[in-house]
C-alpha cells in the first residue's frame, strides 16, 4: 500500500495541471521549482539533524518523499494560480493547506503507512517549519514578477 501512495503522490499530480491556462501556470513554474528546492534542502537538514526518517521510498529515492516531487511543486502552481498576487489570500491558503497536511495527512496517512517516521521533530513543528517557507516563496515571486 506504500508503494502505490508514494507513486500516487509522485506522478498523477502533474496531470492535474493540464487543465489550467498554460500561460498562467508558466508564470508559476519557477516558484514551484524554488519551493520543491527549498523543501528538498529542508528535507536534508531533517535527514542530518534527525528530525525524521523516510523508511520507505521509492527505489530511486532515498531521503526525501516523493511527495515532495509530485504533490508538492504542483499543490504550490495551484495555489499561486487561485490566489496571487493577494496576499491575504495566499497566507490564509497556505496556513489551512500546511495545517492540513501537518495535522491530518502526516500523521494518519504518512506515518501510519511508514512513508514517514518523526524522530526528534512533532507535527506542530513541521507545521511551523512549512510555515516559515511561505513568506519566502511568496517574495520570490513578486521579486520573479518585477523582471
Known sequence: ?????????FLPPWLLILPLDKKRVRRFLSVAFFTLLLTSINWQI??????????????FLTNISAFNYGFLP???IY???FTYPNP??????????DAIQAFIINPFIFQKLGLIKMINMNNFEAFLLTIMLVPIIYFYQRWYDKE
Open 79 to 81: 495555489v499561486f494560480y
Open 46 to 59: 531533517g535527514e542530518v539533524v534527525n528530525w525524521w526518517e523516510v523508511p520507505n521510498n521509492l527505489f
Open 88 to 97: 491575504w489570500l495566499f497566507f490564509g491558503a497556505n496556513i489551512i493547506i
Open 74 to 76: 504542483v499543490v504550490t
Open 1 to 9: 500500500m506504500a508503494q502505490i501512495l508514494l507513486w500516487i503522490t
